[in-house]
């Protein structure tokens, strides 16, 4: 997920979430304009004139309704505070707002959000901050601050639920301090292994190259920042990729794009590293670790995930918004590497010429972000079903962006779960989304050498929930956990990778690495290391995978630390109580509770309408060469979203999760309550009968559509759906 700031709507609901302690917020002026903050404290009503907070935010000055809340702040937090205030986000346009806080990352977040800031008490205020924050990026001439957007909140008054927002801001701080405390105990738990470290000076193992050839005694270890010795050729590749490899997963037709980095002048086969990258990357997002790689003699394919690539980033604006990250991508994803790894095995067993080139019995993945999840589902961890329906089925806030992104994968098709590759040898994972669409059940499957990258400063895949404990779950006894200290999200992307035209950037770089030059010295460092030691078996390169080592390398204000022995207790003794995260979740049951509520109900509910489409049944519907649906289903499906946003009252919006599937699973996939519709499985007849003339109490089809049984009120919507879209037409 490569930017530089927060995609607009994360980063502003981060700052609505100051609320906790910070009643500052929102202000409007056009007809109606908000004039005053209001919240109940039991029968005690404190309101905050939005005046008062203008005047601080451009004077420093402190009325004193807002001196109840400012007067508690020290110093610096006044100044922060101040800031926010008058930041301006100006590369942030009102029709990247309309659209993107109508996708589902977005909308879950901003709607939690709706149940604390209100326009009236007891009214949802997601409405309200939506079209406040347009106008606000609309306006050229004062454009999107904070200010701004309380200028045009359309209420007078501006509730605000302080039960709710409460236990969000006691939620926030525990998780905040848990946080500070795993980062400091990580970096602890380095420092003693470093200082009990049996490497020194006088015990200086022998240089190896890169075939493991022995130097003299004498020399030392090279510095694996720099350059190998072979020299490398790149280039660009494609496989036409015509079979899945599960009767689970729909696939169609495609063709699978890689670069490929080769060492030039081996003498022996080499192994073979897949990198896959991040959400909206490029092949060559990670290049500059294919290169360092290859030069240390490995065949490195870089892989272009079609589904999630930057093309189709650039293009989901344009297209079906609802579908920014398609359910089956969490599939499809590590099946390209399997996929391309099938076609390697047919080359080496079928051309002469490509057997001496690889060494099929050596392979590792290399993953970042997405790629990171992609790497461990290849290396074993298990997509965990119950776990993603408990957690993300909750009513509770979690403003992270990866949570929300890791959800969308419970609306998969029936699947195990299960994607591990055997041949797969050894896993390198960088900033990786593991939690909870892993867990420690999916976690705990890995069996092969694993290094998981955790930055201390990632907002998008936090290092606690996503990196620090799921490596506490592993079983593999050759584990590592490397942690950059001030690292975000982006500190390893070089800085043209980092902002995508029309994307708005995500986090800051590190002050104390604006090129990204230390970070990026780190990943080829240990990246080389890990896969000379399991990949080659050499031994004399475990020195690199020490606390010792990484001390010794770590640089001022963006250290590196390295531990191989953390264990739960000693977080839990660090944040001195039980941390809010558990270290050892429960583990949760299969079996799902029988359902009480209608579809019709549960859409209203949810806001989410799941659909099986056909990707294989063109002109009906299918998947295009670009992961986009198309034909008469696609369409249909989308004049229905509509329809359903107004029969159900729902204004801001119905999701549609449009799930591929094929002639054999679309029963099955609404027969366990995977999809609510189907569509594109049976022949479309214009004399049709209507769904009231079935049998309301089994399965009916009707204009192409496959409808559950037994739920009367869904089938006659349907039916009054196609009624009035017939009238229409």
């Given at each position: 997920?490569?930017?530089?700031?927060?995609?607009?709507?994360?980063?502003?609901?981060?700052?609505?979430?100051?609320?906790?302690?910070?009643?500052?917020?929102?202000?409007?002026?056009?007809?109606?304009?908000?004039?005053?903050?209001?919240?109940?404290?039991?029968?005690?009503?404190?309101?905050?004139?939005?005046?008062?907070?203008?005047?601080?935010?451009?004077?420093?000055?402190?009325?004193?309704?807002?001196?109840?809340?400012?007067?508690?702040?020290?110093?610096?937090?006044?100044?922060?505070?101040?800031?926010?205030?008058?930041?301006?986000?100006?590369?942030?346009?009102?029709?990247?707002?309309?659209?993107?806080?109508?996708?589902?990352?977005?909308?879950?977040?901003?709607?939690?959000?709706?149940?604390?800031?209100?326009?009236?008490?007891?009214?949802?205020?997601?409405?309200?901050?939506?079209?406040?924050?347009?106008?606000?990026?609309?306006?050229?001439?004062?454009?999107?601050?904070?200010?701004?957007?309380?200028?045009?909140?359309?209420?007078?008054?501006?509730?605000?639920?302080?039960?709710?927002?409460?236990?969000?801001?006691?939620?926030?701080?525990?998780?905040?301090?848990?946080?500070?405390?795993?980062?400091?105990?990580?970096?602890?738990?380095?420092?003693i292994e470093a200082s009990t470290s049996q490497v020194n000076s006088d015990e200086t193992p022998r240089r190896f190259t890169a075939q493991g050839n022995a130097h003299q005694e004498s020399d030392r270890l090279p510095d694996l920042?720099?350059?190998?010795?072979?020299?490398?050729?790149?280039?660009?590749?494609?496989?036409?990729?015509?079979?899945?490899?599960?009767?689970?997963?729909?696939?169609?037709?495609?063709?699978?794009?890689?670069?490929?980095?080769?060492?030039?002048?081996?003498?022996?086969?080499?192994?073979?590293?897949?990198?896959?990258?991040?959400?909206?990357?490029?092949?060559?997002?990670?290049?500059?670790?294919?290169?360092?790689?290859?030069?240390?003699?490995?065949?490195?394919?870089?892989?272009?995930?079609?589904?999630?690539?930057?093309?189709?980033?650039?293009?989901?604006?344009?297209?079906?918004?609802?579908?920014?990250?398609?359910?089956?991508?969490?599939?499809?994803?590590?099946?390209?590497?399997?996929?391309?790894?099938?076609?390697?095995?047919?080359?080496?067993?079928?051309?002469?010429a490509w057997t001496n080139r690889l060494d099929l019995d050596r392979v590792g993945v290399f993953g970042y972000s997405f790629g990171g999840y992609s790497a461990l589902a290849i290396a074993g961890a298990e997509i965990n079903f119950?776990?993603?329906?408990?957690?993300?089925?909750?009513?509770?806030?979690?403003?992270?962006?990866?949570?929300?992104?890791?959800?969308?994968?419970?609306?998969?098709?029936?699947?195990?779960?299960?994607?591990?590759?055997?041949?797969?040898?050894?896993?390198?994972?960088?900033?990786?989304?593991?939690?909870?669409?892993?867990?420690?059940?999916?976690?705990?499957?890995?069996?092969?050498?694993?290094?998981?990258?955790?930055?201390?400063?990632?907002?998008?895949?936090?290092?606690?929930?996503?990196?620090?404990?799921?490596?506490?779950?592993?079983?593999?006894?050759?584990?590592?956990?490397?942690?950059?200290?001030?690292?975000?999200?982006?500190?390893?992307?070089?800085?043209?990778?980092?902002?995508?035209?029309?994307?708005?950037?995500?986090?800051?770089?590190?002050?104390?690495?604006?090129?990204?030059?230390?970070?990026?010295?780190?990943?080829?460092?240990?990246?080389?290391?890990?896969?000379?030691?399991?990949?080659?078996?050499?031994?004399?390169?475990?020195?690199?995978?020490?606390?010792?080592?990484?001390?010794?390398?770590?640089?001022?204000?963006?250290?590196?630390?390295?531990?191989?022995?953390?264990?739960?207790?000693?977080?839990?003794?660090?944040?001195?109580?039980?941390?809010?995260?558990?270290?050892?979740?429960?583990?949760?049951?299969?079996?799902?509770?029988?359902?009480?509520?209608?579809?019709?109900?549960?859409?209203?509910?949810?806001?989410?309408?799941?659909?099986?489409?056909?990707?294989?049944?063109?002109?009906?519907?299918?998947?295009?060469?670009?992961?986009?649906?198309?034909?008469?289903?696609?369409?249909?499906?989308?004049?229905?979203?509509?329809?359903?946003?107004?029969?159900?009252?729902?204004?801001?919006?119905?999701?549609?999760?449009?799930?591929?599937?094929?002639?054999?699973?679309?029963?099955?996939?609404?027969?366990?309550?995977?999809?609510?519709?189907?569509?594109?499985?049976?022949?479309?007849?214009?004399?049709?009968?209507?769904?009231?003339?079935?049998?309301?109490?089994?399965?009916?089809?009707?204009?192409?559509?496959?409808?559950?049984?037994?739920?009367?009120?869904?089938?006659?919507?349907?039916?009054?759906?196609?009624?009035?879209?017939?009238?229409?037409?």
């Open positions: 997920m490569p930017s530089k700031k927060f995609p607009f709507f994360v980063h502003f609901c981060r700052l609505f979430l100051w609320l906790s302690i910070l009643p500052f917020w929102l202000k409007v002026k056009p007809s109606l304009a908000a004039e005053k903050i209001t919240t109940f404290i039991g029968p005690l009503q404190i309101s905050i004139a939005v005046d008062s907070i203008e005047t601080f935010a451009d004077k420093g000055k402190i009325e004193s309704d807002l001196g109840l809340i400012v007067n508690r702040l020290d110093e610096p937090a006044r100044a922060k505070l101040r800031e926010l205030l008058q930041q301006r986000f100006d590369n942030i346009s009102p029709d990247f707002i309309s659209r993107y806080s109508r996708l589902t990352i977005a909308e879950g977040i901003l709607h939690q959000i709706g149940k604390i800031v209100q326009p009236q008490p007891g009214i949802n205020g997601i409405l309200a901050m939506r079209s406040a924050t347009i106008l606000a990026a609309a306006d050229k001439k004062e454009g999107l601050t904070i200010i701004n957007v309380l200028r045009r909140f359309p209420s007078q008054n501006i509730y605000l639920d302080s039960d709710s927002l409460l236990e969000l801001g006691l939620n926030l701080r525990s998780m905040t301090k848990y946080k500070k405390a795993a980062v400091a105990e990580v970096i602890r738990q380095s420092n920042s720099q350059p190998g010795t072979f020299e490398v050729q790149k280039k660009a590749m494609s496989f036409k990729i015509d079979r899945p490899r599960t009767k689970d997963i729909v696939s169609v037709p495609y063709n699978l794009n890689f670069e490929l980095y080769e060492p030039q002048g081996i003498s022996k086969p080499a192994p073979l590293i897949f990198i896959t990258q991040g959400f909206g990357a490029t092949p060559d997002t990670y290049g500059y670790i294919a290169q360092q790689l290859a030069s240390y003699g490995y065949v490195v394919a870089s892989i272009e995930h079609r589904g999630t690539n930057l093309a189709k980033r650039l293009e989901y604006p344009n297209t079906e918004l609802t579908s920014w990250i398609t359910p089956s991508e969490f599939v499809s994803r590590p099946l390209d590497v399997t996929h391309l790894l099938d076609k390697f095995e047919d080359l080496v067993a079928n051309n002469r119950p776990r993603l329906e408990e957690e993300c089925s909750t009513e509770g806030l979690n403003p992270v962006v990866s949570f929300t992104f890791q959800c969308q994968a419970k609306y998969l098709a029936p699947h195990s779960g299960k994607l591990k590759d055997p041949r797969i040898k050894a896993v390198f994972s960088v900033y990786p989304l593991t939690n909870p669409i892993f867990g420690k059940e999916g976690m705990s499957q890995i069996d092969i050498p694993t290094a998981i990258i955790a930055g201390g400063k990632d907002n998008v895949s936090p290092p606690v929930q996503n990196q620090i404990h799921p490596w506490l779950w592993l079983k593999t006894p050759d584990k590592y956990l490397a942690l950059i200290s001030q690292g975000g999200h982006l500190t390893t992307v070089k800085p043209k990778d980092r902002g995508i035209e029309g994307i708005p950037q995500v986090e800051e770089t590190p002050k104390t690495d604006p090129q990204g030059d230390i970070a990026i010295n780190y990943l080829k460092s240990l990246s080389v290391a890990f896969f000379n030691r399991h990949l080659q078996g050499l031994e004399e390169y475990e020195p690199y995978l020490t606390a010792d080592y990484a001390k010794s390398i770590s640089q001022e204000n963006l250290n590196i630390y390295l531990t191989q022995s953390l264990q739960p207790e000693q977080l839990a003794a660090a944040y001195g109580k039980n941390p809010p995260i558990p270290l050892n979740p429960k583990p949760i049951a299969s079996a799902k509770p029988s359902k009480e509520e209608s579809i019709l109900a549960e859409i209203g509910r949810t806001g989410i309408l799941k659909v099986a489409l056909r990707s294989d049944a063109a002109p009906i519907s299918a998947l295009n060469e670009n992961y986009n649906w198309t034909g008469y289903c696609a369409r249909t499906i989308n004049t229905l979203e509509d329809y359903l946003e107004i029969k159900l009252d729902r204004p801001h919006g119905i999701q549609v999760v449009k799930l591929p599937s094929d002639s054999e699973n679309s029963d099955r996939m609404i027969n366990e309550d995977r999809a609510h519709l189907g569509c594109g499985s049976n022949p479309i007849d214009s004399d049709t009968e209507r769904v009231s003339a079935c049998d309301l109490d089994s399965a009916c089809n009707y204009n192409g559509m496959i409808l559950p049984a037994g739920d009367r009120s869904w089938q006659e919507t349907i039916d009054n759906f196609f009624s009035s879209k017939h009238r229409q037409q």
